[in-house]
């Protein structure tokens, strides 16, 4: 697979699995738009690895869940490189509680970030990607999004909209030469998942067939090949990366 002198833009692009996807399309070939919102050493940091390594990266901040902010950074990038080829809805963040004791900030937050920020990135690439009639969306939602969880309502909520969006925009898109597909991790090594406690940790894995958490690598695999040619005729479809704790 080969993505030279495709322009790829990664939301939350600086740590964890999305970290990983940038390094991964960077490898490829690709010119990585690095996102990220409050952290500009991390930015900093995954953009220096992929150019130590002899690719292209630039870091962008911009909140994803303001549309504001997203629509001036997306003209930035456009004006910037010309082109938007793959976009990678990878940011999000979880606010966990149970259902009777979930603030509203927490439900408000997690729908802002991981479902408005996605359809607010998508939106902005639209356009620009029917005019170039090739792109490639990929996001990321969760394995939660299929199978629901207890304490992550807003979560799961979130996720699950995002298969909704994905299915629908790749209806949408289709004709003009436009893919849009989702991976669906399970449990990944990150510091989202490092926050759990070791006890907790460990129930998760007894309930994954292969017994482990899976890798940043393993997740970024799949998205290389969806916004690859050879993925072509793949639309509207997800690829569950979770060491089968959940077929769907
Ligand atoms: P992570 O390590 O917590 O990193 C989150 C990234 O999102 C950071 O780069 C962060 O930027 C960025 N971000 C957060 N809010 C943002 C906003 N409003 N605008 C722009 N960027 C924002 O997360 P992760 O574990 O790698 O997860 C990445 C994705 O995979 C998420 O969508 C998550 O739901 C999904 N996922 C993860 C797992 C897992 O096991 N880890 C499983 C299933 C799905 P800063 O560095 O600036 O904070």
Redesign the pocket.
């Given at each position: 697979m080969k993505l030279d002198g495709k322009i790829a833009v990664v939301?939350?692009?600086?740590?964890?699995?999305?970290k990983a996807i940038c390094l991964y399309l960077a490898n490829l070939g690709a010119t990585v738009v690095v996102?990220?919102?409050?952290?500009p050493d991390?930015?900093e940091a995954t953009a220096m690895a992929i150019k130590d390594a002899g690719g292209k990266a630039a870091v962008y901040q911009?909140?994803?869940?303001n549309s504001d902010q997203v629509q001036g950074a997306f003209k930035k990038i456009l004006a910037d490189y010309g082109r938007i080829d793959i976009l990678v809805n990878?940011?999000?963040?979880t606010r966990d509680g149970l259902i009777a004791t979930m603030k509203e900030e927490a439900w408000d937050a997690v729908l802002d970030?991981?479902l408005k920020?996605a359809f607010n990135c998508i939106k902005a690439v639209s356009r620009p990607m029917m005019k170039q009639r090739w792109g490639r969306i990929v996001s990321?939602t969760?394995?939660?999004g299929f199978a629901g969880n207890a304490g992550q309502a807003n979560y799961a909520a979130a996720?699950a909209g995002l298969i909704g969006l994905t299915r629908s925009v790749a209806k949408e898109l289709a004709s003009r030469g436009i893919t849009v597909n989702g991976v669906a991790?399970?449990?990944?090594e990150?510091?989202?998942?490092n926050a759990l406690s070791a006890e907790v940790t460990e129930k998760i894995k007894s309930e994954i067939p292969m017994n482990s958490l899976g890798s940043?690598d393993d997740v970024a695999a799949a998205v290389a090949y969806l916004v690859s040619d050879q993925a072509r005729y793949v639309t509207g479809q997800f690829i569950h990366v979770n060491g089968g704790m959940f077929m769907g």
């Open positions: 939301t939350g692009g600086s740590r964890g699995i999305g996102n990220y919102v409050s952290r991390a930015a911009f909140d994803i869940s990878n940011a999000g963040i970030t991981n920020g990321i969760s394995v939660i996720k991790p399970g449990y990944i990150t510091d989202m998942t940043v």
